[in-house]
Nanobody, 115 residues
Protein backbone atom coordinates (compact mmCIF):
# COMPACT_ATOMS: atom_id res chain seq x y z
CA UNK A 1 0.00 0.00 0.00
CA UNK A 2 1.32 3.44 -0.90
CA UNK A 3 -0.03 6.96 -0.51
CA UNK A 4 1.63 9.73 -2.51
CA UNK A 5 0.63 13.33 -1.84
CA UNK A 6 1.48 16.24 -4.12
CA UNK A 7 0.51 19.79 -4.95
CA UNK A 8 1.83 21.71 -1.98
CA UNK A 9 3.93 24.83 -2.15
CA UNK A 10 4.38 28.40 -1.05
CA UNK A 11 1.39 30.66 -1.54
CA UNK A 12 0.40 34.12 -0.37
CA UNK A 13 -2.49 34.64 2.03
CA UNK A 14 -5.74 34.54 0.11
CA UNK A 15 -4.29 32.24 -2.52
CA UNK A 16 -5.29 28.74 -3.59
CA UNK A 17 -3.71 25.33 -3.94
CA UNK A 18 -4.99 21.95 -5.04
CA UNK A 19 -3.56 18.89 -3.36
CA UNK A 20 -3.77 15.40 -4.80
CA UNK A 21 -3.20 11.99 -3.27
CA UNK A 22 -2.80 8.80 -5.26
CA UNK A 23 -3.47 5.58 -3.37
CA UNK A 24 -2.18 2.26 -4.62
CA UNK A 25 -2.22 -1.31 -3.39
CA UNK A 26 -5.76 -1.56 -2.07
CA UNK A 27 -9.40 -1.31 -3.11
CA UNK A 28 -9.62 2.45 -2.71
CA UNK A 29 -13.36 2.76 -3.23
CA UNK A 30 -14.35 0.97 -0.02
CA UNK A 31 -12.61 3.41 2.32
CA UNK A 32 -13.70 6.71 3.76
CA UNK A 33 -10.76 9.02 3.13
CA UNK A 34 -9.45 12.17 4.70
CA UNK A 35 -6.90 14.90 4.43
CA UNK A 36 -4.95 15.44 7.61
CA UNK A 37 -2.53 18.20 8.44
CA UNK A 38 0.20 18.71 10.98
CA UNK A 39 1.54 22.14 11.79
CA UNK A 40 4.90 22.60 13.52
CA UNK A 41 4.61 21.75 17.20
CA UNK A 42 1.02 20.58 16.89
CA UNK A 43 -0.74 17.24 16.67
CA UNK A 44 -1.97 15.95 13.36
CA UNK A 45 -5.62 16.83 12.78
CA UNK A 46 -8.27 15.79 10.31
CA UNK A 47 -9.00 18.76 8.08
CA UNK A 48 -11.50 17.20 5.68
CA UNK A 49 -13.10 13.82 5.07
CA UNK A 50 -15.14 12.13 2.37
CA UNK A 51 -17.08 8.91 2.71
CA UNK A 52 -17.49 6.20 0.12
CA UNK A 53 -20.84 7.79 -0.62
CA UNK A 54 -19.14 11.17 -1.13
CA UNK A 55 -20.53 12.72 2.03
CA UNK A 56 -18.05 15.36 3.12
CA UNK A 57 -17.16 16.89 6.45
CA UNK A 58 -14.73 19.60 7.42
CA UNK A 59 -12.97 20.97 10.44
CA UNK A 60 -14.51 24.28 11.49
CA UNK A 61 -11.25 26.03 10.70
CA UNK A 62 -11.44 25.13 6.99
CA UNK A 63 -15.19 24.98 6.40
CA UNK A 64 -16.24 27.10 3.45
CA UNK A 65 -12.68 27.36 2.13
CA UNK A 66 -11.61 23.77 1.46
CA UNK A 67 -13.33 21.19 -0.74
CA UNK A 68 -12.48 17.50 -0.69
CA UNK A 69 -13.29 15.21 -3.59
CA UNK A 70 -12.45 11.71 -4.77
CA UNK A 71 -12.15 9.82 -8.03
CA UNK A 72 -12.49 6.10 -7.39
CA UNK A 73 -11.58 5.23 -10.99
CA UNK A 74 -8.20 6.92 -10.53
CA UNK A 75 -7.70 6.01 -6.86
CA UNK A 76 -7.25 9.66 -5.98
CA UNK A 77 -8.49 12.06 -3.37
CA UNK A 78 -8.07 15.80 -3.85
CA UNK A 79 -8.26 18.86 -1.64
CA UNK A 80 -9.03 22.25 -3.17
CA UNK A 81 -7.91 24.95 -0.78
CA UNK A 82 -9.03 28.53 -1.29
CA UNK A 83 -8.64 31.71 0.74
CA UNK A 84 -5.58 30.27 2.40
CA UNK A 85 -4.41 31.70 5.70
CA UNK A 86 -1.04 31.54 7.47
CA UNK A 87 -2.67 29.17 10.01
CA UNK A 88 -3.14 26.67 7.17
CA UNK A 89 0.62 26.21 7.01
CA UNK A 90 1.29 22.53 7.66
CA UNK A 91 2.31 19.25 6.12
CA UNK A 92 -0.77 17.70 4.54
CA UNK A 93 -1.35 13.96 4.37
CA UNK A 94 -4.11 11.73 3.09
CA UNK A 95 -5.21 8.55 4.80
CA UNK A 96 -8.32 6.67 5.81
CA UNK A 97 -10.70 8.18 8.34
CA UNK A 98 -10.90 4.85 10.13
CA UNK A 99 -8.63 4.73 13.16
CA UNK A 100 -7.33 8.21 12.40
CA UNK A 101 -5.53 6.77 9.42
CA UNK A 102 -4.59 3.09 9.46
CA UNK A 103 -2.64 2.92 6.22
CA UNK A 104 1.12 3.58 6.15
CA UNK A 105 1.57 7.33 6.07
CA UNK A 106 3.01 8.94 2.96
CA UNK A 107 5.62 11.66 2.93
CA UNK A 108 2.99 14.39 2.89
CA UNK A 109 3.12 17.64 1.01
CA UNK A 110 4.20 20.93 2.56
CA UNK A 111 1.86 23.90 2.36
CA UNK A 112 3.27 27.24 3.41
CA UNK A 113 1.10 30.35 3.46
CA UNK A 114 3.16 33.50 3.81
CA UNK A 115 3.51 36.90 2.21
Amino acid sequence: VQLVESGGGLVQPGGSLRLSCVVSGLIFGIYDMGWYRQAPGKQRELAAGITTGRITNYADSVKGRFTISRDNAKNTVALQMNSLKPDDTAVYYCNTIRDGGFLPWGQGTQVTVAS
